[in-house]
C-alpha cells in the first residue's frame, strides 16, 4: 500500500517586521542596481515585487505591504531613502584608499605652502571624481526633496514625511561636517575668526554649498565644466571642474591655515 501523499508543509508566514526589512533590503538593492542617479520615481512596490521574485524566488503581493505595513507607496518610498541615507557617507570617503585620505597622507604639511597645496588637491582630486560618477549622497538628497515636492500641504502624510526629511538632512549634514572636521584637523586649518562662527556651523554651510552647487550641476551638467589652471607642482596645468573650483573657493572663504604664523600666510587662496 502506498503511502498517503501530504501537501508539502507551509512555510511560516512571514512577520510584520520580516516583511518590512525586507522590503527595505530589496528597496536598496533596486536603488543600487540603477545606472542612474537614486531616484523615487522607479522605486515602486512593482519594481520590489519583481526584483524579489526573480533574484530571490520569493513572492510578495501588494496586499501584503499596502496599508499593513505602509500607508502609503510614497511612504515606502521614503523609508528605503531614509535607509539608504543611514548607510551614509560611505566608508571610502576617507578610507586609507580614498582619494581625500591619499592627497593628505602623502602630502608635506610642515609648510604652509604644503597645507595650502594639499587641500587644494584634496578638493579638486575628490570634487572632480563626485563629478565623474553620479554621487549617491545627493542622489538621496534630491529623491527625498521630491517626494515632499509632489505632496500638498494638505495631504495627510505631508507633516509627517516633511519631519522625516528635514530629520534625514540634519543627520545627513552632522556626519558629513565630521567628516569634514577630520580633514580640516589634519591639514590644519581653521574658520576665519573674522567670520564668528564655530568651526561646526562653518563646516555645515560647507556642506549645505557642496550639496546646493553638485546639485545644480547634476540636474543641468556642463558640456565645458572642465578647465585647466596651473595649480599643479612647479605650476603644472591641472584639470579642474567648474564644481570643484567652487567649493575651493567656498572652503577659501571660510578656513584658513592654523597655528603660530603672521596673518598674511594664512589665506588659503594665496599662491603657492
Given at each position: 500500500m502506498n503511502p498517503p501523499d501530504f501537501p508539502?508543509?507551509?512555510?511560516?508566514?512571514?512577520?510584520?517586521?520580516?516583511?518590512?526589512?525586507?522590503?527595505?533590503?530589496?528597496?536598496?538593492?533596486?536603488?543600487?542596481?540603477?545606472?542612474?542617479?537614486?531616484?523615487?520615481?522607479?522605486?515602486?512596490?512593482?519594481?520590489?515585487?519583481d526584483r524579489l521574485a526573480d533574484e530571490h524566488g520569493i513572492r510578495v503581493t501588494h496586499a501584503s505591504v499596502h496599508e499593513r505595513i505602509w500607508p502609503t507607496q510614497r511612504a515606502f518610498q521614503l523609508d528605503v531613502l531614509r535607509r539608504m541615507a543611514e548607510q551614509l557617507p560611505a566608508e571610502t570617503f576617507l578610507s586609507e584608499s580614498g582619494a581625500a585620505a591619499t592627497v593628505v597622507r602623502d602630502a608635506d604639511l610642515s609648510r604652509p605652502d604644503g597645507q595650502r597645496?594639499?587641500?587644494?588637491?584634496?578638493?579638486?582630486?575628490?570634487?572632480?571624481?563626485?563629478?565623474?560618477?553620479?554621487?549617491?549622497?545627493?542622489?538621496?538628497?534630491?529623491?527625498?526633496?521630491?517626494?515632499?515636492?509632489?505632496?500638498?500641504?494638505?495631504?495627510?502624510?505631508?507633516?509627517?514625511?516633511?519631519?522625516?526629511?528635514?530629520?534625514?538632512?540634519?543627520?545627513?549634514?552632522?556626519?558629513?561636517?565630521?567628516?569634514?572636521?577630520?580633514?580640516?584637523?589634519?591639514?590644519n586649518l581653521r574658520v576665519q575668526p573674522q567670520l564668528g562662527v564655530s568651526l561646526?556651523?562653518?563646516?555645515?554651510?560647507?556642506?549645505?554649498?557642496?550639496?546646493?552647487?553638485?546639485?545644480?550641476?547634476?540636474?543641468?551638467?556642463?558640456?565645458?565644466?572642465?578647465?585647466?589652471?596651473?595649480?599643479?607642482?612647479?605650476?603644472?596645468?591641472?584639470?579642474?571642474?567648474?564644481?570643484?573650483?567652487?567649493?575651493w573657493a567656498a572652503a577659501c572663504a571660510l578656513l584658513e591655515l592654523d597655528g603660530d604664523l603672521p596673518d598674511s600666510e594664512r589665506l588659503l587662496s594665496a599662491v603657492s
Open positions: 508539502p508543509p507551509k512555510k511560516p508566514r512571514r512577520s510584520r517586521a520580516e516583511l518590512k526589512e525586507l522590503m527595505l533590503a530589496t528597496g536598496l538593492e533596486v536603488l543600487g542596481q540603477r545606472d542612474a542617479p537614486a531616484g523615487h520615481d522607479t522605486l515602486t512596490y512593482k519594481a520590489v515585487f597645496r594639499a587641500t587644494r588637491e584634496m578638493i579638486r582630486v575628490s570634487c572632480n571624481a563626485d563629478m565623474a560618477e553620479p554621487d549617491i549622497t545627493l542622489s538621496v538628497y534630491r529623491s527625498i526633496r521630491m517626494v515632499l515636492l509632489k505632496l500638498s500641504k494638505s495631504d495627510p502624510d505631508y507633516d509627517s514625511l516633511a519631519a522625516a526629511i528635514e530629520d534625514t538632512r540634519r543627520d545627513l549634514s552632522a556626519r558629513y561636517a565630521a567628516l569634514f572636521g577630520q580633514l580640516v584637523e589634519a591639514l561646526d556651523d562653518a563646516l555645515h554651510l560647507l556642506f549645505t554649498q557642496v550639496v546646493a552647487l553638485a546639485d545644480g550641476y547634476g540636474i543641468e551638467p556642463d558640456r565645458a565644466a572642465m578647465f585647466k589652471l596651473p595649480t599643479g607642482p612647479d605650476g603644472q596645468l591641472q584639470e579642474w571642474h567648474r564644481y570643484s573650483w567652487s567649493i
